[in-house]
């Protein structure tokens, strides 16, 4: 009867991880192959891509006048899209970093099964592939233009290494460790997981890994300060260091760990399991809750979870090599994976007076999205600059130059980092030809532009389209008498 019992579930969890993969696939298809930026962070990272693309600053300096423009990131992941994009010859400027996040998602997959591989069997080691791959939190960001997808790559990759205990395997650890560094700060906790499993181990070949790891990170930034100065540490520290708050860090968590019940909760049995202090997946077990500090940061996102689910994949995998009860754990794995179906809503249509295309609240790129993109974009080619758009990621596409980064200069500017005069004295002064705006950010005082931004929009611009969720305005003519 038991085995008819876990027969039947695993048809079971084996027809939901097909209906989850096949669905996250079209999800990615049409993310890669959509024109138009899909998120924020694209906007941004496709800006400083195309700097790098040009032969321009990665890290300017941020003066008293535009453009304000911040780069959060180590420079690999630019470089690399760079160079990918110049071999490709493609005029989507998202495509070579879409592809590139995509490949790096399949190739964290595979470093998961093979990491898992290691402590039990190939059955583990897919699953565990299988519940990274059909997380909600990694198909909204495994295929789009930024930086995370590669980070987390680099940094399974260094952990994988390090556990083969071979000379060559420690030197390829240390530097995919150093890479993942070099692509996001904040992916620290492998390099910092295998320093302290060397610590405790004697085996000289161990040592091979600090060496790579440190003199990898010391000679790319020793070639970043030589080049950039002080502007590398403006960039990289002075304007990311936003203060922690921690309602924000459990919005996000809710959100996130609802989704993600059962793997959470493996890590500690995990490390409860190894409990072996030369072993790496031992220490990052123990420093993973740092990546929760890391979200509590004003601005972050889901996106900082990648990692953390990462590892939970791999434990959950561990674990079912290990436990002898596997009704119970195939019953957890698939309330996971139940957790995972892609509940779809029908897209909510809000038109308002006045406006050209309704609103649509969707989960993927869909043609009402783009209509609303290439009536944006149309616009913006067929204006001069300067311009000020909300979302980065129009402007790049348009080739316009980009003045303001308005969300990371308003978070700024809240906390007294930055002083926003002369962008609102340029507003006031109606000297940008066109406005690009969220409808929500208008009407609320969001956090996209600061309140006298916004003030000074509303008394020297006027609506002249909506477009969609998005409001297109036009500097006020006044009207003079002779």
Not at 68 to 89: A, D, F
Not at 111 to 131: N, P, Q, R
Not at 156 to 164: P, T, V
Not at 432 to 446: P, Q, S
Request: charged letters at 15%; hydrophobic letters at 45%; a positive charge.
């Amino acid at each position: 009867m038991k085995k008819n019992h876990i027969t039947w579930l695993t048809a079971v969890i084996g027809l939901i991880f097909v209906v989850i993969v096949l669905f996250n696939l079209r999800h990615h298809i049409l993310c890669i192959k959509f024109p138009y930026n899909l998120e924020y962070r694209e906007g941004v990272v496709a800006y400083w891509v195309k700097n790098f693309v040009n032969g321009q600053s990665l890290y300017p300096e941020i003066q008293q006048n535009p453009p304000y423009v911040h780069n959060p990131y180590t420079p690999l992941y630019y470089v690399v899209t760079g160079l990918t994009q110049k071999l490709m010859k493609t005029k989507s400027i998202f495509l070579a970093g879409r592809l590139l996040s995509f490949l790096c998602l399949v190739a964290t997959s595979m470093l998961i099964f093979g990491i898992v591989k290691m402590y039990g069997t190939t059955i583990s080691g897919l699953l565990s592939a299988g519940i990274f791959f059909c997380s909600p939190v990694v198909t909204n960001y495994g295929c789009l233009e930024i930086v995370d997808m590669m980070a987390l790559c680099f940094c399974l990759a260094g952990i994988y290494y390090g556990l083969k205990k071979t000379n060559r395997s420690m030197i390829f650890s240390g530097i995919f460790c150093a890479c993942s560094i070099l692509t996001k700060p904040v992916f620290v906790i492998p390099g910092l997981s295998m320093l302290f499993s060397n610590f405790f181990d004697k085996n000289v070949r161990r040592k091979l890994f600090p060496f790579a790891f440190l003199v990898t990170l010391f000679a790319v930034f020793s070639i970043l300060f030589f080049k950039y100065r002080n502007n590398l540490f403006q960039h990289l520290l002075l304007f990311n260091m936003l203060p922690l708050n921690f309602s924000h860090f459990l919005n996000v968590f809710s959100q996130v760990g609802v989704r993600h019940t059962f793997i959470f909760s493996s890590i500690p049995l995990l490390a409860g399991i190894i409990k072996d202090r030369k072993n790496p997946l031992y220490w990052y077990c123990i420093f993973i809750p740092l990546t929760l500090l890391f979200s509590a940061k004003i601005g972050s996102e889901s996106n900082y979870f990648l990692e953390i689910i990462a590892l939970s994949s791999i434990a959950a995998g561990i674990i079912f090599s290990h436990v002898e009860a596997k009704q119970i754990i195939a019953v957890a794995c698939l309330g996971q994976l139940f957790l995972f179906l892609p509940f779809k809503p029908a897209p909510v249509f809000t038109k308002t007076y006045g406006q050209e295309i309704p609103g649509a609240i969707s989960s993927e790129p869909d043609k009402t999205l783009m209509e609303v993109d290439e009536i944006i974009s149309s616009e913006l080619m067929g204006t001069s600059d300067p311009v000020l758009a909300e979302d980065t990621g129009w402007l790049v596409y348009a080739d316009k130059t980009v003045y303001l980064e308005p969300y990371q200069f308003s978070l700024l500017a809240k906390y007294g980092r930055w002083d926003d005069t002369t962008i609102v004295e340029m507003i006031k002064e109606k000297q940008f030809n066109l406005i690009i705006i969220n409808a929500e950010t208008y009407e609320k005082t969001g956090e996209k532009f600061t309140k006298n931004m916004l003030d000074a929009m509303k008394f020297s611009y006027a609506i002249r389209r909506i477009i969609g969720n998005t409001y297109i305005l036009e500097p006020v003519i006044s009207w003079t008498n002779e």
